[in-house]
């Protein structure tokens, strides 16, 4: 995985490093969680899916193993890293299915609606 950093910051403080490009992910699909300033952009947090995951979204009503090809989306399989929407990961935290999260890469503004402990628990780059 790439680490060139975004001039925006992580939820550790640091520079927010990219999430992943296979698949190519972000809400602007460069690979990176960011918001580029925009307001509303809330595909923060950077996971690693699981099979449980993606069951629990699938049950949730957000089929994100399922091709989509009018997006230019192939579908995810357990193993890939991804900008999840901040509102589906707590959705998946709660429950007890949240995926890991790749904290260099979750974007700071996720920390408006998720405490930083709970981060660090699911946290891929910690353990």
């Known amino acids: 995985m790439s680490a060139v950093p975004s001039p925006e910051k992580?939820?550790?403080?640091?520079?927010?490093?990219?999430?992943?490009?296979?698949?190519?992910?972000?809400?602007?699909r460069d690979g990176c969680c960011?918001?580029?300033?925009?307001?509303g952009v809330a595909h923060l947090v950077c996971v690693k899916v699981t099979a449980e995951f993606l069951e629990f979204s699938r049950e949730h009503g957000n089929d994100l193993s399922a091709p989509r090809p009018e997006l230019r989306f192939h579908g995810l399989k357990p193993g890939d890293r991804w900008c999840l929407h901040v509102l589906r990961w707590i959705e998946?935290?709660?429950?007890?299915?949240?995926?890991?999260?790749?904290?260099?890469?979750?974007?700071?503004?996720?920390?408006?609606?998720?405490?930083?402990?709970?981060?660090?628990?699911?946290?891929?780059d910690l353990h």
Request: with cysteine; hydrophobic share 45%; aromatic share 6%.
């Open 34 to 39: 960011a918001t580029r300033g925009e307001q």
């Open 92 to 124: 998946a935290w709660e429950a007890g299915r949240a995926p890991k999260v790749v904290l260099e890469a979750t974007h700071e503004n996720v920390l408006q609606l998720v405490p930083l402990r709970a981060l660090k628990r699911h946290a891929l």
């Open 10 to 28: 992580n939820v550790l403080g640091g520079p927010l490093l990219a999430c992943g490009y296979d698949p190519l992910t972000g809400f602007f």
